[in-house]
Structures are given as C-alpha cells and as structure tokens.
C-alpha cells in the first residue's frame, strides 16, 4: 500500500509541477512543495525498510528530485516574470 501511495504521489508531483508551468501560482509552488516532500518520505522510508534495493532507489530518486525541482524553478521564474 505504501508502495502505491509513493508511486501516486510521485506522479501526480511530476503532473502538477508540469501543470505550473502554464499556469504558475504561490499556492500551486506549494503544494508542489508538499507533493515532493511527501514523495521523498515515502521513498525513504520504502529504502529503511528494504535497503537491498539503496542504489536503483537513490538514483530515480535523484532523477525525479532534479526534474520537479526544474520544473517548479521554472515555474517560479514565470510567476516573478508575471
């Protein structure tokens, strides 16, 4: 169950961060924020129960963290520019 829920919460971040770069707001950065936050918790706490698998988990982790955090920088920008 767990499992599903981080797998939810990480793409409805990746969905919702992309959404904010068309329409880029303070509240949408931060529950983009919190939808990030969210995310890592369960990964990490997926790796402390089963650290078998540290190596793939903290590599897509880092992918998937570089990639939102461009996205919402991205949308950030847009937001200051409006």
Do not use: D, E
Not at 16 to 41: D, E, I, M, N, Q
Not at 63 to 68: D, E, I, S
């Amino acid at each position: 169950m767990l499992v599903l829920l981080h797998v939810v919460t990480a793409l409805s971040s990746v969905a919702f961060a992309t959404y904010l770069l068309f329409r880029p707001s303070a509240k949408g950065v931060k529950a983009s924020y919190a939808l990030v936050a969210l995310t890592l918790s369960t990964g990490t706490y997926l790796v402390w129960l089963n650290p078998s698998h540290l190596l793939s988990a903290c590599t897509s982790g880092l992918l998937y963290t570089l990639v939102v955090s461009a996205l919402i920088a991205t949308a950030r920008r847009r937001m200051a520019l409006q």
